[in-house]
């Protein structure tokens, strides 16, 4: 009896800890591409597969990609009525001498002490890259650029950035701002979901302000394959960097990259990189919504196991060639304790392509599992006492 026990509690502690499903189809991304950037991070937008990762959580110098954090910070401001597109924001002498004509640095050219309007700031930042333009938004919404970026900081760390950090609104040296491929991607996703009605801005060709005609200062967008967003910067020791979001035929990719030695680089290895993740890939539906994905024991029940769902298609984009083997795990904490509830989200399908993780999917119960009798709790009772003496 005591080895029948035995074997069950270790049978019940394999699947708490590694219970792993063989997804039915056999093809995966291929990861290993190469590429001369020191972090790279590319996902496709719909499924969320992750295409390709190296060094995507290591921190490197934002430079003018902070600026995309400065919108979001701006967008979400509108969102909440904070401001109008209409609302008027002065030009102060710092916005003016740090941003403006006399820095020398990429600008909208705001006059000195006048107002601009908050719908032609956000375009001046977008398209013209302008450092006058984030300092102005920055004063105007928190009175200062340092009591802004320290809002900046604390809006990547809501929105899951938690590598982030903001030191000003442009990204100018002086103040550090750090940030990673992956933040990166992840900021642009979130951008492109949660803003639409901002989101063509970036691929907006030109902009004329105060009289001054200046076109889109991405340099991605001569690349004409599809990348509508979102910026590219340089920092001393850092290098060229850049977060692109392209489309076609239906399929939307975004991604990062830094550590490139020079802007021709940073061209050739956007175009070389997003043409593999555009034409080497297809999408298949690996479980269908609401599919049994898999099982968790449960503890206490009157039924020992529930099936675990999705509550979507759990979908992937796979290489098309010479494709790994796709598995898949199901992660959640031991023990699911009795009653449980139908829909309750329990665990997490892992679907990794060899040894890389490349998505994670929400599980949740089919069914409601009640209480079980006296005698199951005793059973299940004295099951996790083994198991944790174990």
């Known amino acids: 009896m005591r080895y029948r026990l035995l074997c069950l509690c270790l049978t019940m502690i394999l699947q708490a800890l590694c219970l792993t499903v063989v997804a039915r189809a056999q093809e995966a991304p291929a990861l290993a591409f190469p590429t001369k950037a020191k972090q790279v991070y590319m996902v496709e937008a719909k499924t969320g597969t992750v295409l390709l990762a190296s060094n995507e959580n290591q921190s490197f110098a934002a430079a003018s990609l902070a600026k995309l954090m400065t919108m979001e910070v701006v967008f979400d401001a509108l969102k909440r009525g904070d401001v109008t597109p209409d609302t008027l924001f002065p030009v102060s002498e710092h916005a003016w001498r740090s941003g403006g004509a006399p ?3 990429t600008t909208m050219f705001a006059a000195l002490k006048s107002q601009i309007r908050v719908d032609d700031l956000i375009k001046g930042v977008i398209v013209q890259n302008a450092n006058d333009g984030c300092i102005i938004l920055a004063e105007g919404l928190s009175g200062s650029e340092g009591e802004f970026a320290a809002r ?3 809006r990547a760390k809501d929105l899951g950035l938690s590598r982030s950090v903001f030191g000003n609104s442009t990204g100018l040296p002086g103040a550090e701002s750090r940030t990673t491929a992956r933040d990166l991607v992840e900021l642009a996703r979130h951008t492109y979901r949660n803003h639409p009605e901002f989101y063509p801005i970036y691929s907006q060709p030109d902009f004329e302000w105060n009289k001054i005609f200046q076109r889109n200062k991405n340099p991605l967008l001569s690349l004409n394959m599809g990348i509508d967003g979102l910026g590219a910067g340089f920092a001393e020791g850092s290098g060229f960097a850049f977060v692109a979001s ?7 990719l975004f991604l990062a990259m830094g550590g490139l030695a020079s802007d ?5 290895e956007a175009r070389r990189v997003l043409e593999w993740g555009l034409s080497s890939f297809e999408t298949k539906v690996l479980f269908k919504r609401g599919e049994v994905v898999g099982q968790a024991s449960v503890y ?13 298609p759990v979908d992937i984009y796979l290489a098309t060639k010479n494709p790994e083997r796709l598995t898949g795990r199901i992660v959640y904490r031991w023990p699911l304790r009795a009653p449980v509830a139908e829909g309750q989200e329990v665990g997490t399908l892992r679907i990794f392509s060899g040894d890389k993780l490349v998505r994670e999917v929400p599980l949740v119960t089919a069914s409601t599992v009640a209480t079980g009798s006296l005698a199951s709790r005793a059973t299940d009772a004295l099951l996790e006492l083994m198991f944790f003496w174990l």
């Open 300 to 312: 206490g029940g009157s039924a020992r196991h529930v099936d675990l769902v999705a509550t979507e």
């Open 246 to 252: 392209a489309e076609r035929d239906g399929t939307r």
């Open 152 to 154: 900046m900081t604390a």
């Open 103 to 105: 820095s020398g640095t």
């Open 264 to 268: 021709k680089e940073r061209l050739d």
